[in-house]
């Protein structure tokens, strides 16, 4: 199984000029906990609610004037879509990291979270246990008591 078969595709990013209140309100609108820093196409950064809250805000600085490029990670290790998905969940568990971009050349394409993982597990148990749970049925209803 690939990256590319789990991950989100939807891109929500911002450019590194914009705000930290802009790009908050962005992860607000869109329902997310990171958004990809983009400049020309080029993926330059990733921020994630967490480093907004733990970090931008709790240093006390003024949302609406602090561009978001100050204070996103620029050390990220993009995956490709083509990426083995063992491997990809195995460098997130190794690095601690929740969130990594997925990138074509250097245009970002989607993202992976441990979200995407816990779903496609969570879809595999279901499947393993509608199907036992057929089977199940289907051996109840022979036996006669």
Known sequence: MKVKDIMTRRVVSVGPRASITET???MREEKVGSVLIVQKEKLVG???DRQIT???IAEGIDPNKVEVSEYMSED???LTPEMDLVKAA???QELAIRRLPVVEGERPVGILSVSDIAFFIKDCIDCVLVEGGVRVTSRKKKQKF
């Open 90 to 92: 195995k460098l997130m």
């Open 24 to 26: 908050a309100r962005k």
């Open 54 to 56: 733990h970090t931008a």
């Open 46 to 48: 990733l921020i994630t």
């Open 76 to 78: 990220f290790i993009p």
